[in-house]
C-alpha cells in the first residue's frame, strides 16, 4: 500500500503562486507514476499534470507553461509548482499515485483558492 498525504493549498491571488507537495510513504518502490487531478465544485475531476517513472511529464492544456511537476525520489515527494494562477485553478487538488499491480492511490486533496 502506499500513503499520500498533500499540503501547500491555501489562498493566493489572481497572478501568484503556490506550490503543492505530495509526501508518499509505504510501498513507494511499487509506483509507476504520480501526479494530480483536480475537482472545482460542480466540475468533474481533471487531470493536471503526471510524471512517470522515467520523469516524462504531461500537463493539462489549460496548465502548460505555467504548473510545473516535478518529485524527489529519496524523500519520496511529488511537487507541483503553480506559477500565474487564474481563479479556473480553485480546485481541490488530489495527488494520486499508480503503482505496479494497477491499484491506484489517492491523497485527501488539498484546497486551493484564487480571488481576484
Known amino acids: 500500500q502506499v500513503q499520500l498525504v498533500e499540503s501547500g493549498g491555501g489562498l493566493v491571488q489572481a497572478g501568484g503562486s503556490l506550490r503543492l507537495s505530495c509526501a508518499a510513504s509505504?510501498?513507494?518502490?511499487?509506483?509507476?507514476?504520480m501526479g494530480w487531478y483536480r475537482q472545482a465544485p460542480g466540475k468533474q475531476r481533471e487531470l493536471v499534470a503526471l510524471?512517470?517513472?522515467?520523469?516524462?511529464?504531461n500537463y493539462a492544456d489549460s496548465v502548460k507553461g505555467r504548473f510545473t511537476i516535478s518529485r524527489d525520489i529519496a524523500k519520496p515527494t511529488m511537487y507541483l509548482q503553480m506559477n500565474m494562477l487564474k481563479r479556473e485553478d480553485a480546485a481541490v487538488y488530489y495527488c494520486?499515485?499508480?503503482?505496479?499491480?494497477?491499484?491506484?492511490?489517492w491523497g485527501k486533496g488539498t484546497l486551493v483558492t484564487v480571488s481576484s
Open positions: 509505504g510501498s513507494t518502490f511499487s509506483i509507476k507514476s
Open positions: 510524471v512517470t517513472g522515467g520523469d516524462i511529464t
Open positions: 494520486y499515485a499508480d503503482i505496479s499491480d494497477g491499484m491506484v492511490y
